[in-house]
């Protein structure tokens, strides 16, 4: 079974950046679809973003499209979320995913339990 761990929530001010990680503490990331979805109390799971298994083809919610990147290493078993040019909107639990690419979280068979992000105006 695999085990997701996200690492690199935290503070960031509005209009900075930060990064997160996602390994795997069991098994493999590499030969999966993975994503990034949040969470923000009082709203609905959100899908962010998509990559599949080489990394090739990417996906993005509009609302973080041009501001954030999604990229995986598999040699290092670590997927990465970029973000850029943070906003107040985007503060929530970020949670990587894995399984088939794409934005519905029904297609993902294993999830990390989140990395909390906030962002300060």
């Known amino acids: 079974q695999v085990q997701l761990e996200e690492s690199g929530g935290g503070l960031g001010l509005a209009g900075g950046s930060l990064r997160l990680s996602c390994t795997a503490s069991?098994?493999?990331?590499?030969?999966?679809?993975l994503a990034w979805f949040r969470q923000a109390p009082g709203k609905e799971r959100e899908f962010v973003a998509t990559?599949?298994?080489?990394?090739?083809?990417?996906g993005y919610a509009d609302s973080v499209k041009g501001r954030f990147t999604i990229s995986r290493d598999n040699a290092k078993n670590t997927l990465y979320l970029q973000m850029n040019n943070l906003k107040p909107e985007d503060a929530a639990v970020y949670c990587c995913?894995?399984?088939?690419?794409?934005?519905?979280?029904?297609?993902?068979?294993?999830w990390g339990q989140g990395t909390q992000v906030t962002v300060s105006a």
């Open positions: 990559v599949s298994w080489t990394g090739v083809s990417t």
């Open positions: 995913a894995e399984g088939a690419a794409g934005s519905r979280y029904q297609t993902y068979d294993y």
């Open positions: 069991r098994g493999s990331l590499s030969n999966y679809g």
